[in-house]
């Protein structure tokens, strides 16, 4: 690609980084009119007024902040570009926040609000993930994804099979609010420390690459969503971005996260 055709190439990408404005404007004005709908509520307390409207804001500027990152990402700075990821999702999380909080009314004013963010919020996403596939640099060497990566004796990690990216994590070491040494688990959905002497069962299991036998393993000792990042029917471990995880709420309250691989399995990764 010569000059002129780097130039075009770059306006065009300009241009339509631009043109997600337009989709967030939209997002503003519904945004607007929710916090409208929620201060005209009397019979709402001020204490649940307040962060439902916090919720609805930080939907919103989430959204902006993953258009400053895809900006920045689009003029070079490529380090920007998992952070623009990381707030859109992180959009989409508060933004099924909010509408479960909104579906607490039955009136058709809130109906036409839900509906409208969902479209505009749908085209937004659509329009992020187009640039990010095509700002994505492309691997010239596609090397082999390693099932399970041992660190040292006492630390394994498990890559996305898509990217790479470190989906889990288990080492012996200490957690959060630990006072000894236990076997502390890291996933996609959250942490958590078990049982220092479960380590030896758990190690072995992944010295033979054995992700179904992990699974099972957090079934009986953890919960029984078992691993958040695996695919029981891939056998396969994804990032939270190439398991499309969800998290669903109920009444502003978390429910679950829901997880759907790249070949469409479903399943409850936490709960």
Request: glycine fraction near 4%.
């Amino acid at each position: 690609m010569n000059d002129d055709e780097k130039l075009k190439e770059n306006d065009k990408l300009a241009g339509r980084i631009w043109k997600i404005r337009d989709y967030i404007q939209e997002l503003e004005d519904i945004k607007e009119g929710i916090i409208h709908f929620l201060l005209s509520r009397k019979k709402l307390d001020d204490v649940t007024k307040n962060l439902w409207i916090s919720d609805v804001k930080e939907f919103y500027y989430n959204t902006v902040s993953a258009w400053e990152m895809l900006n920045s990402t689009s003029k070079g700075n490529l380090k920007y570009l998992d952070n623009s990821k990381s707030f859109l999702h992180a959009a989409r999380s508060r933004l099924a926040k909010s509408l479960s909080e909104l579906k607490f009314y039955k009136e058709e004013l809130v109906s036409n609000h839900i509906k409208e963010v969902e479209i505009s919020f749908e085209k937004c996403w659509n329009a992020f993930y187009f640039e990010f596939d095509f700002l994505t640099p492309s691997k010239k060497i596609i090397e082999p994804i390693a099932r399970i990566i041992k660190v040292s004796d006492s630390e394994y990690h498990l890559p996305c099979s898509v990217c790479s990216k470190i989906s889990v994590e288990y080492k012996i070491g200490y957690g959060r609010f630990d006072e000894q040494e236990s076997l502390v688990y890291s996933g996609i959905t959250h942490s958590r420390s078990l049982r220092r002497d479960l380590a030896n069962e758990l190690f072995e299991i992944l010295k033979n690459e054995d992700l179904l036998g992990v699974y099972h393993f957090m079934q009986k000792y953890h919960s029984i969503e078992g691993l958040d990042a695996y695919c029981p029917k891939c056998d396969k471990i994804y990032c939270w971005e190439h398991y499309n995880a969800r998290e669903e709420y109920d009444d502003g309250f978390y429910d679950c996260t829901m997880g759907e691989c790249p070949a469409g399995h479903r399943r409850m990764i936490d709960d």
